[in-house]
T-cell receptor, first 119, second 112 residues
C-alpha cells in the first residue's frame, strides 16, 4: 500500500525558533498534499493544501507567513513553523493524494504525524 | 459551511457486543464518506469508505449510508478491546478542490 512518512516524529524547540517538518510519499507520486493540525482531544483541522510546483492554499484563519509550505516535488512537501510559540504545540499530520486517480476515489494517505512541543 | 457532526459519545460497550457509531453531515453535495480509527498519539487510519446508499461490509465492520437523511454510521460487530480508539467520520465533496472534512470523533471503549 501507499506509504507516507514524516520527519521528525517529534520535536521540542524553544519559543521564537523555526521548525521544519518533512512529508514524503515513499512509493507513489502525490499531486496534492494536505497539512492538518490536531490539538488534544480535538479533530483534525486542515491547515493548507499544496500542489506540486504551485503555492499552497491556506484555510481561513491559518497564517501563511507563519506556516510556510513548500511542495518541491511529487514526493516531498515541507511545513515550516516560523517563530514558534507555545500555542503552536500540536500534532501535525500530513496526507498525500495519489497522482492519476479519479477525484472521487479514495486515495488520501496519512503520515504518522509529528508531535511539536514549543517551550 | 460544510459540517460533520458526531455528537454521541464517549461510547462504552462490553467485549463481543456491537458498537454503533453515528455521523451526520450538512452538505447534500457530499459524495464520499469515510471512517477513520485513531489510536491515542497516532495518526488516523482508514477503516471504511462508502459512496452509495445502503450497507457496505468489510469483516467485522459495516458502514451504512443514507443520503436522504444525510447520515452515515459504522457498526463494529464482536467488539474487541483492541477496537478501543477514537473513530473519526470524514466527508468529501467531489470536485476539483475537494477535501476531507472531519467530525470531532467518538471515543469507543470496549470493556473486557
Amino acid at each position: 500500500g501507499a506509504v507516507v512518512s514524516q520527519h521528525p516524529s517529534w520535536v521540542i524547540c524553544k519559543s521564537g525558533t523555526s521548525v521544519k517538518i518533512e512529508c514524503r510519499s515513499l512509493d507513489f507520486q502525490a499531486t496534492t498534499m494536505f497539512w492538518y493540525r490536531q490539538f488534544p482531544k480535538q479533530s483534525l483541522m486542515l491547515m493548507a493544501t499544496s500542489n506540486e510546483g504551485s503555492k499552497a492554499t491556506y484555510e481561513q484563519g491559518v497564517e501563511k507567513d507563519k506556516f510556510l509550505i513548500n511542495h518541491a516535488s511529487l514526493t516531498l512537501s515541507t511545513l515550516t513553523v516560523t517563530s514558534a510559540h507555545p500555542e503552536d504545540s500540536s500534532f501535525y499530520i500530513c496526507s498525500a493524494r495519489v497522482k492519476g486517480l479519479p477525484l472521487f476515489s479514495y486515495e488520501q494517505y496519512f503520515g504518522p504525524g509529528t508531535r511539536l512541543t514549543v517551550t | 459551511q460544510k459540517e460533520v457532526e458526531q455528537n454521541s459519545g464517549p461510547l462504552s460497550v462490553p467485549e463481543g457486543a456491537i458498537a454503533s457509531l453515528n455521523c451526520t453531515y450538512s452538505d447534500r453535495g457530499s459524495q464520499s464518506f469515510f471512517w477513520y480509527r485513531q489510536y491515542s498519539g497516532k495518526s488516523p487510519e482508514l477503516i471504511m469508505f462508502i459512496y452509495s446508499n445502503g450497507d457496505k461490509e468489510d469483516g467485522r465492520f459495516t458502514a451504512q449510508l443514507n443520503k436522504a437523511s444525510q447520515y452515515v454510521s459504522l457498526l463494529i460487530r464482536d467488539s474487541q478491546p483492541s477496537d478501543s480508539a477514537t473513530y473519526l467520520c470524514a466527508v468529501k465533496y467531489t470536485g476539483a478542490n475537494s477535501k476531507l472534512t472531519f467530525g470531532k470523533g467518538i471515543t469507543l471503549s470496549v470493556r473486557p
